[in-house]
């Protein structure tokens, strides 16, 4: 029998394991209880995360429950190759998981022929260990129990679109719907085991279905990477972690980025504010792009952009799309499953993002900022992207003064939100700026751009703040603090220095933090981790390095203890909430680790 349904384990105690085109999520006691092998956006096969009844791949000792039990774990140096040491009263075993990478890949080759291979080796470290194993796979979400069986020495489980097969070199008992097993691991023993995805119809290669891969090779091809960027700042070791979390959030072959490795986990825990993040936002460009600039990532950063273009396409007269799928579809309407309990509870599941259709007047900003970071890497702007720009800049012109739905992706009424004038500012601000790259039909028009770029700023400037409040709001008009305010100074809107953004900021963090940590709004059931590192910069920026600093550091102890985090924390439990590992999380921990860098006498040239 498999395990009895456990409750949920914190979303923290979830280690991630990418191969640049999927995901998966393994728990501190062994149970690997997400993957979607296809690629990042596809069916689970294991989502135990999401439903209890949803398919688990447990490898962890029998004895968990006794007084010397105890794991430790961490990431191989440079990887992200999952080591886990489980110690038990009679012994210690470790196991180390992956996915696997296409052995051989090496550097930016990796992740564009990545097998669909789950990787986990046991090693006896002291003593003697039973271990179990149960594999129960459950495809389509849960939907799917396959037939499981024998197949030589391999179990292979169908069923619908999924063909998943299993080496074990430990005798494997099938039941209906899954496999288990008991065995003893000896000191110095080494027992690997590999899962390896098919599509159902395809031909299922001879022999080793792992084709070869192995952990070791795996390791080998993210060190790879990692030594061919070279970041020269302060907290090396988090900004690095932070970078090989965006390399493995990297949908390799289109180039894009997701915003999180899962769906549907929840802002709180037993409500409705459950998305669906394996989707790539526009409305994310210009910090991610900086973020893997701080990184040396420049091959990623062109990849990324020539995505976003490719995805956007010919502007045409509505606003532009704020969000695609990984390889730039269109079309990402949202249904819930209903079947699925949800994590803690929370319903409903979700599967796409109707946010894919609402209007944020924020992207065009995006994109300039992005474009203008990357001009001289970009060169001599072909017609395309020139065409493309044009198009945004005159958007910006004609749509200015209109609600929308703000960064935030509220799917109530649309709103004035004083986030998305000031990012219409910044992309006629960058367009003024790139106009001598756009050739000659931009010289007609930059003097109207210049023109209306003055115009939102004095709007900005002038109804924005509020008096009472002593802070520019979240919404132009109304008394509603926001920490999207915070993007003023970032974006060279205003300095952090100027007296109205200063008290801003001392608002922000009074009204809206606990323990230095940021909710997006009064009423936000936790605070957001990338508003958190905004307020660093902003400290930084306004000349308070020390307190800055202080607050960077207490916020990198909140991540988990691998370094990774979700979208949300609950100041008051620690509990990471959202979906995770969240890309704006680790893209602010390295924007925010840059700010204290350029701001530290040591590090200044």
């Not at 179990?155 to 496999?179: F, I, K, N, Q």
């Not at 606003?319 to 695609?324: A, G, R, S």
């Not at 367009?431 to 001598?436: E, F, G, N, R, W």
């Not at 323990?515 to 308070?544: K, M, N, Q, Y």
Request: charge should be negative; proline fraction near 6%; glycine fraction near 10%.
């Amino acid at each position: 029998m498999s395990e009895p349904p456990q409750t949920d384990a914190p979303i923290s105690d979830y280690g991630f394991l990418s191969d640049c085109r999927s995901a998966a999520l393994v728990g501190r006691g062994g149970s690997v209880d997400w993957w979607c092998p296809a690629r990042f956006d596809s069916p689970s096969v294991f989502g135990r995360l999401l439903d209890p009844d949803a398919g688990h791949w447990l490898l962890a000792p029998v004895d968990r429950g006794g007084p010397g039990y105890r794991t430790e774990r961490e990431y191989l140096p440079g990887t992200l190759v999952l080591r886990t040491v489980h110690h038990t009263d009679s012994g210690s075993v470790a196991v180390t998981d992956a996915l696997a990478l296409e052995p051989g890949a090496r550097g930016h080759d990796l992740g564009h022929r990545s097998p669909a291979v789950l990787l986990r080796v046991v090693e006896g470290l002291a003593g003697s260990v039973r271990m179990r194993t149960e594999f129960v796979p459950r495809p389509e979400y849960g939907l799917l129990a396959p037939y499981v069986h024998h197949q030589g020495n391999r179990v292979v489980a169908a069923a619908g679109p999924a063909t998943l097969t299993m080496s074990a070199p430990v005798p494997v008992r099938c039941e209906r719907g899954h496999a288990t097993a008991e065995f003893e691991v000896a000191a110095g023993q080494v027992i690997p085991f590999d899962l390896a995805y098919t599509q159902a119809y395809a031909p299922v290669p001879p022999g080793d279905p792992a084709r070869r891969a192995t952990v070791a090779d795996t390791a080998r091809s993210w060190r790879s990477l990692d030594a061919e960027h070279h970041y020269e700042g302060r907290y090396a070791d988090q900004v690095r972690r932070s970078a090989l979390v965006l390399q493995g959030l990297t949908y390799v072959p289109s180039g894009t980025l997701v915003a999180a490795a899962t769906t549907s986990l929840p802002e709180d825990p037993g409500g409705s504010r459950n998305y669906d993040y394996r989707y790539a936002w526009l409305r994310d460009f210009a910090f991610t792009m900086h973020a893997l600039w701080i990184a040396a990532c420049p091959d990623e950063t062109s990849r990324l952009f020539a995505w976003a273009a490719r995805s956007a396409g010919r502007i045409g007269p509505g606003p532009v799309q704020i969000m695609y799928g990984v390889e730039g579809e269109r079309d990402l309407t949202e249904h819930s499953l209903a079947h699925l309990r949800g994590y803690a509870s929370s319903r409903p599941v979700r599967v796409g993002n109707d946010a894919w259709g609402q209007r944020q007047l924020d992207v065009p900003g995006e994109i300039f900022a992005a474009t203008k970071r990357l001009s001289d890497q970009l060169g001599e702007f072909d017609g395309e992207l020139r065409a493309m720009l044009i198009s945004l800049a005159e958007e910006v012109v004609g749509t200015w003064r209109a609600p929308d739905c703000g960064m935030w992706e509220e799917r109530g009424a649309e709103r004035q939100y004083l986030s998305s004038k000031v990012m219409a500012w910044v992309a006629l601000d960058r367009a003024v700026q790139l106009a001598p790259k756009l050739g000659t039909d931009a010289r007609s028009r930059v003097d109207r751009w210049a023109t209306v770029r003055d115009e939102i700023r004095e709007m900005v400037l002038a109804d924005g703040w509020n008096e009472r409040l002593g802070a520019y709001v979240g919404v132009i008009g109304t008394d509603e603090l926001d920490a999207s305010a915070l993007i003023m100074p970032l974006a060279n809107f205003l300095p952090a220095t100027d007296p109205r953004m200063r008290s801003t900021i001392e608002a922000i963090e009074s009204r809206l933090g606990t323990d230095g940590l940021i909710r997006r709004w009064s009423g936000d059931p936790a605070a957001f981790v990338l508003c958190t590192f905004w307020l660093v910069e902003c400290l930084v920026l306004a000349g308070e390095r020390e307190r800055a600093e202080a607050l960077f550091e207490r916020t990198l102890a909140r991540g988990n203890d691998l370094g990774l985090f979700a979208e949300q924390i609950d100041p008051a439990s620690g509990q990471h909430l959202g979906n995770t590992p969240q890309a704006l999380s680790h893209v602010g921990l390295i924007n925010a680790a840059w700010q204290l860098t350029e701001a530290d006498p040591a590090f200044r040239g």
